[in-house]
């Protein structure tokens, strides 16, 4: 006999299957990609499945089966995918069918019925989605997948450049400030050193923190992977088959190929085929790298740092007084130029906009500092 409580539960599951459902029928109309479309209406196939589970409960127990009216936040979702493509609501939906799965874990008629499984799969296929800036898997995500769209060292590029910015524009703004209060050669020279150190050093830290997180986070999305292969293959031979399908390859051809992935992995305790695919088409990581080293990015972000840093420090190595001052900006003018130069050729924009931009903001920055100096040190010191 069911109780009260497993009632309510069963009318909320089912008002959230019923949801799902009308969701992910709607994201199959909205969606250009026919593929993809095809997937999004299998997976309303599925939670209409999991609604109806929940209706047959409760007429189980003698209760009425409500009249389903959408919510306003389900009508708003629509709303939006309509509007502005299904990305822009992707986010949203990964995080409900990561919850409904960890609800339906603690739910036996659930596990019963295989719910925890579908709602996994379906997570797992919007995370791989939302790695596309387009909507479509066979747009970007399998451009992504190709290597089409990869401009050659443009991340690498950027992160340089961008380094070398924050040192310049820092420090260019700290000794302005330092020099508008009229202090001597040698404290502005001191000032300097320490701000390039202090900042190169903040920088390196708190990349080595980021790469190294990301890491032990790479690390651990890897082992639930390997567990889930060990512990619900038949999972994650359906999540290899979507991936397969997302690449453009037919449902037929697709299940056989995942089909025969697994069972190299039951032939051979050994082998690492599966992990390594569900790794880096599903997760986004490879395993060999897992990010990539996290002392070679704190060092490589200190030295751009420090770089950028020292160009308007080096007048006052050598003189004092307003020549140094002049001689600073005007290289750390010429640094900002450079700067703006090299952002031009990861992003294609006009050289003289993005560089004239770049001086700009600069010297604006520098400007500020300059007189809150001049303010700091003539009327209050």
């Known amino acids: ?67 389903y009216t959408p919510g306003w936040r389900l009508r708003v979702l629509i709303w939006l995918a309509k509007r502005f493509g299904v990305s822009s609501v992707l986010p949203i939906i990964s995080t409900m069918e990561r919850g409904a799965g960890h609800d339906y874990e603690r739910q036996p008629e659930a596990r019963a019925a295989g719910m925890p499984g579908d709602e996994r799969s379906h997570a797992r296929l919007f995370r791989a ?14 451009a992504q997948f190709e290597g089409r769209h ?16 924050d040192g310049l524009t820092t420090n260019l703004s700290l000794v302005m400030g330092v020099a508008g209060a009229s202090l001597p050669g040698h404290t502005v020279l001191f000032t300097g050193l320490a701000g390039m150190l202090a900042g190169a050093l903040s920088m390196s830290i708190g990349e080595w923190l980021s790469v190294q997180s990301a890491r032990e986070l790479y690390t651990h999305q890897i082992e639930v992977e390997r567990e889930e292969l060990a512990e619900v293959p038949e999972e994650e031979q359906e999540e290899l088959a979507l991936i397969y399908q997302a690449k453009g390859i037919d449902q037929e051809t697709a299940q056989k190929m995942a089909a025969g992935l697994m069972a190299r992995n039951e032939e051979d305790g050994k082998s690492e085929a599966a992990l390594d695919t569900l790794a880096r088409e599903e997760l986004g990581i490879d395993p060999e790298e897992l990010g990539g080293s996290a002392w070679q990015a704190a060092i490589t ?28 900006l005007l290289l750390g003018m010429l640094g900002l130029f450079v700067v703006g130069a090299g952002i031009t050729l990861t992003t294609g924009a006009s050289l003289l906009k993005s560089a004239g931009r770049q001086v700009l903001l ?19 010191g």
């Not at 989605?129 to 399998?142: K, Y």
């Not at 600069?362 to 209050?380: E, H, K, Q």
């Open 150 to 165: 990869r401009s050659t060292g443009g991340n690498a590029l950027r992160a340089a450049v961008l380094g070398a910015s």
């Open 1 to 67: 006999m069911a109780s009260r409580s497993d009632i309510e539960r069963y009318r909320m599951n089912m008002q959230a299957e019923r949801e799902s459902a009308l969701l992910y029928e709607e994201l199959s109309k909205a969606e250009r990609d026919p593929r993809l479309a095809e997937l999004y209406r299998r997976m309303s196939g599925t939670e209409q499945r999991h609604a109806d589970i929940w209706a047959e409960r409760l007429r189980s127990a003698g209760q009425a089966v409500p009249t």
């Open 129 to 142: 989605v939302q790695r596309s800036t387009g909507g479509g898997i066979a747009g970007p995500i399998l």
């Open 301 to 328: 972000s200190f030295l751009l740092f420090a770089v950028g840093a020292i160009i308007p420090v080096l007048p006052f190595a050598f003189g004092s007084g307003w020549i140094a001052v002049l001689v600073s």
């Open 362 to 380: 600069g010297v604006l920055a520098s400007a500020i500092t300059f007189g809150l100096g001049w303010l700091v040190g003539g009327r209050l």
